[in-house]
C-alpha cells in the first residue's frame, strides 16, 4: 500500500520560512518523480516543483528562486523548503509520486501566510 505522509505545514508570517516533508512508503521511491504541488481556495492544483529519481529539479516561475525542492533516498523522504513567503503562496500543499505505472498523492498539508 502506497502511503504518502505530508508535514511542517502550519501558518507563517509574509517573508518568513518554512519546510515540508513527505515521507514515502510502499514505493521504491529512488526510482519515482516526487513533486509539490498546491491548491488555494477556488483555484485549481498547481504544479511547484518536482525532482527527478535522477535529482533534476523543476520549479514554477512564481515559486523560483525562493523555494528549493530536495530529496533523500535513503529516508525515502522528499523536502520542500520555502523562505520568503508570500500571502498568495497560501494553500494545501500536496506531495506527489509519479512514475510510468501512474502517481500517488499525500493528502496535503496546509500553508497559511498571514500576519
Known amino acids: 500500500q502506497v502511503q504518502l505522509v505530508e508535514s511542517g505545514g502550519g501558518l507563517v508570517q509574509p517573508g518568513g520560512s518554512l519546510a515540508l516533508s513527505c515521507a514515502a512508503s510502499?514505493?521504491?521511491?529512488?526510482?519515482?518523480?516526487m513533486g509539490w504541488y498546491r491548491q488555494a481556495p477556488g483555484k485549481q492544483r498547481e504544479l511547484v516543483a518536482h525532482i527527478s529519481s535522477g535529482g533534476t529539479t523543476t520549479y514554477a516561475d512564481s515559486v523560483k528562486g525562493r523555494f528549493t525542492i530536495s530529496r533523500d533516498n535513503a529516508k525515502n523522504t522528499v523536502y520542500l523548503q520555502m523562505n520568503t513567503l508570500k500571502a498568495e503562496d497560501t494553500a494545501v500543499y500536496y506531495c506527489?509520486?509519479?512514475?510510468?505505472?501512474?502517481?500517488?498523492w499525500g493528502q496535503g498539508t496546509l500553508v497559511t501566510v498571514s500576519s
Open positions: 506527489n509520486a509519479r512514475d510510468y505505472a501512474g502517481v500517488h
Open positions: 510502499g514505493i521504491i521511491f529512488s526510482s519515482y518523480r
